[in-house]
Antibody, heavy 124, light 107 residues
């Protein structure tokens, strides 16, 4: 059974940093690209970032480029999102999601499995 | 970025109804469109990809159609468990983008 378990969310001040983790199990982690998708309270879904199965290619939304870094440790079956220079508008539930396969240089397949999400609140 | 207009934003319906949700793209995306269902407090679930291919385990009352710029999600006979919010997503090109969502509520 595919399982994705996020952790690391919490309350952080504007300008601060936070690192999210996503522990994966039930599938060959290194064979799948992975994504982070967020959802602000009461709002819709926003794609944040994706990473290839090897970790060699990364992709970002313009809203987080230069502030967030996606990475993975395939030996630990874990996905990460390092978030720096956080802003109030980054407040959201962050979901880890498995893509349906490989990403190309232009896109990634839709996400077929999602974690339960972890809440990040940016406030003073 | 590719912008998506999803309509309606709110749909009131009764069990047994046939409902249709529309998603229009700012530019053509071939069939690189997915539909998700999200229930309150839960993660989204993939329903349809490639515009019309049903994800494994999804009931056949769900169907998708369209290509290019105009897409439709249809629920043929609404069940109680289908009251939720539905999102379209284009995966033609980065940045991946979602529609604003359609909440299907009980009339």
């Amino acid at each position: 059974e595919v399982q994705l378990l996020e952790s690391g969310g919490g309350l952080v001040q504007p300008g601060g940093s936070l690192r999210l983790s996503c522990a994966a199990s039930g599938f060959t982690f290194s064979s799948y690209a992975m994504s982070w998708v967020r959802q602000a309270p009461g709002k819709g879904l926003e794609w944040v970032s994706a990473i290839s199965g090897s970790g060699g290619s990364t992709y970002y939304a313009d809203s987080v480029k230069g502030r967030f870094t996606i990475s993975r440790d395939n030996s630990k079956n874990t996905l990460y999102l390092q978030m720096n220079s956080l802003r109030a508008e980054d407040t959201a539930v962050y979901y880890c999601a498995r893509t349906g396969g490989y990403c190309s240089s232009t896109s990634c397949p839709p996400s077929d499995y999602w974690g339960q999400g972890t809440l990040v609140t940016v406030s003073s | 970025a590719i912008w998506m207009t999803q309509s309606p934003s709110l749909l009131s319906a009764s069990t047994g109804d046939r409902v249709t949700i529309s998603c229009r793209m700012s530019q053509g995306i071939s069939s690189y469109l997915a539909w998700y269902q999200q229930k309150p407090g839960k993660a989204p679930e993939l329903l349809i990809y490639a515009a019309s291919t049903l994800q494994s385990g999804v009931p056949s009352r769900f169907s998708g159609s369209g290509s290019g710029t105009d897409f439709t999600l249809t629920i043929s006979c609404l069940q109680s468990e289908d009251f939720a919010t539905y999102y379209c997503q284009q995966y033609y090109r980065f940045p991946l983008t979602f529609g604003g969502g359609t909440k299907v509520e009980i009339k």
